[in-house]
């Protein structure tokens, strides 16, 4: 079913009032189940319990924020006692508890100790020493960790090994363990003689540290809409980008794979699209620097994502903030132990779904149908039919199951002065399409070092190289595309001669299409290979000359190579050998210098950035191409040798932007946060006068939840307002768009070639930048000490000044320039939910899920005149469908509407008139909406779950309400007289006489086709996008000192797919591109695969 073209907004809204209350009673009942007994920030205690004296302790430190100490040896801790308190206080609780028992206790801050009556005695005690060890989450050593008597100046460090000693210690002296990064922790001595320790790290829930440009913030003081994802999440699925495993992680980032294809390319679109001719893919930043991929990195060294979506938290990044700014943070070294990580994987991908095609037999049977409704005879005898069985079946001869090996290894360790972190990966997937795959190995390094108090310096290298062999021939017409011919290939025949030679299918039969390729040879004798090679090393250094000031500059640069071999062998048929080489150099330079002040005095904390960053792209582009060659031993390495050699190309663009920033962050009482940004961008790509952007912004953030009224709330931990806005910017044009253009040209005359030049663009004048100006307004609210979250946002883009070529009159002597115009609104809502809903010694459980709706409108065009996308010129049609219009969602299908057959089984539309008329009878004024490929909203769900050594994840992911236009349905199964084979169904369900109500036409060559309503299908669909079971071995029961963790895990990817969808994948933008608005196309796209992978995770 399509969509109509204008949904009301407010039915969005009303789905999701009901989906909200659905799950608002879902988790409240798990919230009272879970969580009866959760306590209040007074110290009051709920709790109900029928058990020993020893589980209602350990109940108690659950529900109470309190840290029990339990010294003694006493049997009657495993006496049972029933206990009903409702809003009682700790104190009145344990006087109740321990009457009679021999035991008391004490309070010392969140701690309170359990000991035998008369251990702790008033006045002087003997003091005595105390040792022990101190270690991590996963049992290494840390060195460096300050260990200190509390409230007094006496203390020590742990050794390399993490050991400690302290002297003169009293048995109820307190000792404070404090590391950086790690908590705090507090441990009352009683009658111990040593104490062991092990520290975790200071980065979870509330108080979680995010990346925001330019700096990092507790997320609890975020005024701004930033989403995070950690690494584990996303090393849960073996993609081969970073971007592919970001689909939907986080609320309002819209992924989709352009194809299948290893390696392909990944759109991301955040809060929709802003742009109609610069690029609507977000800004990429890796350890602080902008890069143009981010596919160097691999997932296993990623300690977070960070996406920064309203203007509050991208305009710092000024004109490159537009289309929302996603912050990699790369692992590094940590003090203590060495570690080594190994993480190894193996994948077997399948096809996801094969078609149903006509065999030999039914081919001839539809052959014969179509030569008889055009020529009034059928070609081949019922003889013929009866002697060709099944025949060949191509699409066995094109797919296969194909493997995906991935290992990672990294090592990181350090002392209190200096840290490292070196890791490598290879990864290698081999493609379902057979002789087609990608490969990629990297290497990195970081090293941090502290030259002194105030003088640090870090590092960072990552070295990749990619390569792959591409069969992802998107689109083609009667058989000249790989995939195409994988279906319509002739089932009669097999790929090869008798003499071993390849069959030609376009000899076949009088009818065979002159470009039909023979698939097979195609697989084989038609090579694309591709390597990419890429650098990144950038260099910090951090000055902190007095308290609360810090001074950082940085610099970075990454060189990027590429380059493109293609080759046809003269094995292939109608081929005399052809070579094609394309290469290009890209260099990127960033510096940044920013100087900082952290202050607080009282309630009130300031901190102030400003700073300055200048960055440098240049690109240098080559390739040059031949025709016949003697053999193919040489394929693209002696170019030179061929017969005929085609014209080289090369050019040459550059670019620079200097930008100055500054930001200021102010708190008042922990109750009221705000933030200021200012970015002033200068671009080359503008001319004079206009070369200087400013972007600024300003938010607020209320944490009701810090007012004195809330205090008695007890079931509310945080609860924050926030609104924002701000102003972003796009530098949507290329290097040289604001100078008159030419370009070359040449001719051959009188057998003399001849070149020169000819007028292209014309200078546009005084073009303004693209802006795009974002209100947000949102809240976060955590329940139950933060075992439940919520995060919402409302949100208004609007994007002004858009940029565009616009034709010139022939007359003018040049064809097109630039202008400003128009205007695009996106404005949506987003809901993010995260549970953790049991969280006992052996059984834990967290759930996740997040919503987004989004509503794009064209607002304003150029004198009102509409966009046209792309053409596609098909042998069954030739026209374009996607269409930039005043009042319609971003690139919208325009087309015509079927009105179903004539009695002579041809196709019916309507015209605007509400008439049926054929084809013949349409004009380009009855063109209307027929479709919206942008979705109503996308969705996941995200479940983990672990009980004592396995755990279990499920990770599900939808879209809906978008549209897509099957332009391989058609050519695969409406293009009529040229031999090529289609679907069953074409044979079994065609317009008759007898059949008037047929999915499919009169099976003619005279039958018409446009883009039309009849290709348009709903590409909703829910995806179980990843499930994993895991078993982690029990590695302290065995023994073994250096093995510190094991995991082996047994994984699914895509395994199930639930859409009415009728092609490979409604997960595909055929067209897709960084700043296309030819979306929602589907035309032979390399298919996606479903994938098992088994694989460990060991740590030493």
Known sequence: MKKTNCVPFFRSIKKLWRIMRITAVIVFVLGVHVYAGSYGQNGKVNLTMNSSLRDVFEKLEEVSGYHFVLKYDAEILDKKVQVNYANEKIENVLDNLLKDTGLSYRIIDRYIAITSNGEYVSGTQQSKNISGKVVDSTGAPLPGVTVVLKGTTQGTITSFEGIYTLSNVPANGILVFSFVGMKTQEIIVGSQSSVNVTLTEDAIGIEEVVAIGYGTMKKSDLTGSVASVKGEALAEIPGATVAQSLQGRTAGVFVQQNTGAPGA??????????????????????????????????????????????????????????????????????????????????????????????????????????????????????????????????????????????????????????????????????????????????????????????????????????????????????????????????????????????????????????????????????????????????????????????IITSGNVQN????????????????????????????????????????????????????????????????????????????????????????????????????????????????????????????????????????????????????????????????????????????????????????????????????????????????????????????DLSLFNNKIQLVADYYVKNTSDLLNEVQLSPSSGYTTTMKNVGKIRNKGLEFQLDAFLYDTKDFKWNVSANIAFNRNEVVELYNHQDILGATYSLAWVGDYVNLIREGQPFGVFYGYREAGYDDNGKILFYNSAGEKVLKSGLTENDKTYIGDPNPDFTYSFNSAASYKNFSLSIFIQGVQGNDLMCLSEGSANYDYGWGLNMFKEVLYDHWTPENTDAKYPKITSTNTYAISDRFVHDGSYIRLKNIELAYSIPTKNMGIQWFSKGQVFLSGQNLVTITNYPFWDPDVNSRGGDNSFNQGIDHFSYPTAKSVMVGVRFEF
Request: charged fraction near 20%; glycine fraction near 8%; include cysteine.
């Open 265 to 550: 390319a990944i759109q991301i679109r955040i809060r929709g699209n802003n742009s109609i001719l610069g690029n609507n893919e977000p800004l990429w930043v890796v350890d602080g620097f902008p890069v143009s991929s981010a596919n160097m990195v691999n997932l296993s060294d990623i300690e977070s994502i960070d996406v920064l979506k309203d203007a509050s938290a991208t305009a710092i990044f000024g004109s490159r903030g537009a289309n929302g700014v996603v912050i990699v943070t790369t692992k590094r070294g940590k003090a203590g132990k060495t570690k080594v990580t190994y993480e190894g994987s193996f994948s077997i991908q399948q096809l996801r779904k094969k078609f149903d095609m006509c065999d030999a037999q039914e081919y001839m049977q539809l052959m014969n149908i179509q030569q008889l409704n055009d020529f009034g005879a059928e070609y081949f005898t019922q003889q013929e039919i009866n002697a060709a069985g099944e025949g060949t079946d191509w699409q066995d001869l094109i797919y296969r199951n194909a493997p995906i090996h991935n290992h990672a290894l990294n090592i990181s360790g350090g002392n209190d002065k200096t840290k490292f972190a070196i890791g490598g990966s290879y990864f290698d997937q081999q493609g379902i399409i057979k002789n087609s795959g990608y490969n990629r190995t990297t290497f990195r390094t970081s090293v941090d070092h502290q030259i002194s108090k105030i003088f640090n310096v870090s590092s960072n290298t990552v070295i990749s190289r990619a390569s792959g062999i591409d069969k992802d021939d998107v689109g083609g017409l009667r058989g000249s595309n790989l995939l195409q011919a994988s279906f319509c290939a002739t089932p009669t025949v097999g790929p090869y001669n008798e003499d071993g030679s390849y069959h030609r299918l376009n000899e076949d039969y009088p009818f065979s299409a002159t470009g039909f390729l023979n698939p097979v040879a195609y697989i084989n004798e038609r090579t694309a290979k591709y390597y990419i090679n890429r650098i990144m090393s950038n260099l910090t250094f951090t000055i902190k000359p007095v308290k609360d000031l810090t």
């Open 560 to 779: 990027t190579e590429t380059r493109s071999d293609g080759y046809v062998t003269t094995e292939y048929p109608n081929s005399t050998g052809h070579a094609s080489i394309s290469v290009r150099n890209t260099m990127e330079l960033t510096s940044n210098n920013t100087i900082s002040y952290d202050k607080k005095i009282g309630n009130h904390s300031l901190s102030v950035m400003a700073g300055s960053t200048y960055e440098k792209y240049k690109t240098t582009p080559l390739s040059v191409a031949g025709t016949g060659y003697i053999n193919d031993v040489l394929e693209t390495y002696d170019i030179g040798s061929a017969t005929v050699l085609d014209i080289p190309s090369s050019s040459y663009s550059e670019w620079n932007l200097l930008s100055f920033l500054g930001r200021v962050n102010y708190s008042y009482g922990g109750k009221y946060l705000a933030t200021a940004t200012i970015r002033r961008d200068g671009s080359s790509r503008y001319s004079e006068g206009s070369k200087w952007g400013t972007f600024p912004s300003a938010a607020l953030a209320w944490k009701i939840s810090n007012e004195d009224f809330m205090k008695d709330i007890e079931f509310i931990s945080n609860l924050k307002l926030r609104a924002g806005y701000g102003v972003t910017g796009s530098t949507a044009i290329s290097a040289y768009s604001t100078i008159n253009l030419l370009q070359s040209v040449s001719a051959v005359l009188d057998k003399q070639y001849l070149s020169g030049f000819e007028p292209r663009d014309r200078y546009p004048g005084d073009l303004k930048w693209e802006t795009t100006a974002q209100t947000n307004v949102g809240f």
